[in-house]
Nanobody
């Protein structure tokens, strides 16, 4: 599967952004999907993940209650709605696909990656 992320931008603290990830191929629904982010000088970190059918989601503690991951298997798309953005959310955001089930919080557990989309949150 090929992934293409979009939707990043420059916003003020407290603003919202919606990231999207378009997937190619007909087996999108076979993949658990995740969002990761990488700030300058830091390691890539897990943000959120969603199950095959979208009924189950998992978030890192720092974004719980502010970010919402969702997917549309009919349209092969993944989204990350980010509300109440903080300067510490500034990072390159990546979507990733993991074939098979189960939650995976480490980047090496994902099989396919999109290019990053930059989110900058100004204070």
């Amino acid at each position: 599967v090929q992934l293409q992320a979009s939707g990043g931008g420059f916003v003020q603290a407290g603003d919202s952004l919606r990231l999207s990830c378009a997937a190619s191929g007909r087996t999108f629904s076979s993949y658990y999907m995740g969002w990761f982010r990488q700030a300058p000088g830091k390691e890539r970190e897990f943000v959120a993940a969603i199950s095959w059918n979208g009924r189950s989601t998992y978030y890192t503690d720092s974004v719980k209650g502010r970010f919402t991951i969702s997917r549309n298997n009919a349209e092969n798309t993944l989204h990350l709605q980010m509300n109440s953005l903080k300067p510490e959310d500034t990072a390159e955001y990546y979507c990733a696909a993991r074939y098979g089930g189960g939650w995976a919080l480490h980047s090496y557990e994902y099989d396919y990656w999109g290019q990053g989309t930059l989110v900058t949150v100004s204070s």
